[in-house]
């Protein structure tokens, strides 16, 4: 088996940055065919795990650090940069707010949709989440 395709089982053959999937069968050249990519979401000098993503998606982070964006389809207010998110959470546990949604439902929505997205993205973390009233709307909390 080949590295990429180990990568691609483990990663179920989604893009890691824009979670969509990605096809094995394509040409590694072509912007969807499949590329693997080194985070280096660990301290300075020490590479992260090897992640899969579509070439083009690779090749648009380049050397900056990452951003995987939010579901467009999601109602949240502020939403905190995921990547720094899980660097935090990796460093040290504790609870960070995310977002706030104006409703119960669109944070339980907000909730279930980062909570599936966090576990492929860092599997290692085990995380939890938790909608807080205040202010008008509800707070979402990720917590390790």
Same mark, same amino acid.
């Given at each position: ?73 999601? =109602? ?61 709307? =509800? ?6």
């Amino acid at each position: 088996m080949s590295k990429m395709d180990e990568v691609g089982e483990r990663e179920s053959w989604r893009c890691w940055l824009c979670d969509e999937p990605v096809d094995p069968d394509m040409s590694v050249n072509d912007p969807r065919g499949p590329s693997i990519d080194s985070i280096n979401t660990a301290k300075k000098g020490k590479g992260g795990p090897e992640r899969l993503a579509h070439r083009a998606c690779n090749t648009k982070k380049g050397a900056v650090k990452p951003v995987v964006p939010w579901s467009d389809a999601l =109602f949240v207010i502020d939403p905190a940069p995921i990547i720094g998110v899980v660097e935090q959470l990796t460093r040290k546990p504790g609870r960070v707010a995310v977002a706030r949604c104006p409703s119960k439902s669109d944070a339980q929505d907000a909730s279930d949709w980062l909570l599936d997205r966090l576990s492929r993205l860092a599997p290692e973390l085990t995380l939890e989440t938790k909608i807080e009233p205040g202010g008008g709307g =509800f707070l979402l909390v990720v917590s390790r």
